[in-house]
């Protein structure tokens, strides 16, 4: 069964500073990995999508890499800024099951100004 | 519509009442998934629609919840004698597609709380 780990859970940093949250998952058999951004009461919005054939994607102050050998994906944000505080969830859609996506739990991001 | 539109935003319900969470999604995506968000966690898969067929219902938890999408285009989740265990709140998301480079677009969810 596909799992999903999101490190750390939750995340106060203060503005201006680089920032890494990590994903992992223990099965390699995916079509993508997608990077989402949650805030307080909103639906998700979709940040950053890597085929499985692809290492990264970059959009803006936004990087996200992705080893599916290691089954690890991390997602880079540069000079953060107050308006990045949000919680960011990582998601795997697998092989095979007509686009379902697994979750991690996310990671709760505080920037402070 | 421009997005994905959920209806009601917020639901109070009483233990054991009957609920219907109600899911528009962006005009001509043929697929259609609902996910379940308990608090401070990650969204789980409930059920998936490609147009009027229900595909996956795997992550129903009980047969209390049934979904439909007659016309292959609004979708109801109901939820029938719900309990406090159900109280989360319910994401609707569509895709134009089901090929893997086709995004998904989230509305913003119904919020259940069982009291």
């Known amino acids: 069964k596909q799992e999903v780990t999101q490190i750390p859970a939750a995340l106060s940093v203060p503005e201006g500073e680089n920032l890494v949250l990590n994903c992992s998952f223990t099965d390699s058999a995916i079509y993508n990995l997608q990077w989402f951004r949650q805030d307080p009461g909103k639906g998700l919005t979709s940040l950053l999508l890597i085929q499985s054939s692809q290492r990264e994607q970059t959009s803006g102050r936004l990087n996200a890499s992705l080893d599916k050998s290691s089954g690890r994906s991390t997602l880079y944000i540069a000079a953060s800024q107050p308006g990045d505080s949000a919680t960011y969830l990582c998601a795997v859609r697998l092989r095979n099951q007509g686009g379902k996506l697994i979750f991690g739990q996310g990671t709760e991001l505080s920037v402070k100004p | 519509g421009a997005g994905v539109s959920q209806s009601p935003r917020y639901k109070v319900a009483k233990r054991g009442q009957d609920v219907a969470l109600r899911c528009d999604p962006i005009s001509g995506h043929v697929s259609l998934f609902w996910y379940q968000q308990a608090l401070g966690q990650g969204p789980e898969f409930l059920t998936y629609?490609?147009?009027?067929?229900?595909?996956?219902k795997s992550g129903l938890p009980s047969d209390r919840f049934f979904a439909e999408r007659p016309e292959g285009s609004v979708s109801t989740l109901k939820i029938q004698r719900t309990q406090q265990e159900d109280s989360a709140v319910y994401l609707c998301?569509?895709?134009?597609?089901?090929?893997?480079?086709?995004?998904?677009?989230f509305g913003s969810g119904t919020r259940l709380t069982v009291v």
């Open positions: 998301a569509s895709s134009a597609g089901t090929a893997n480079n086709y995004g998904y677009t």
């Open positions: 629609f490609q147009n009027e067929a229900q595909l996956d």
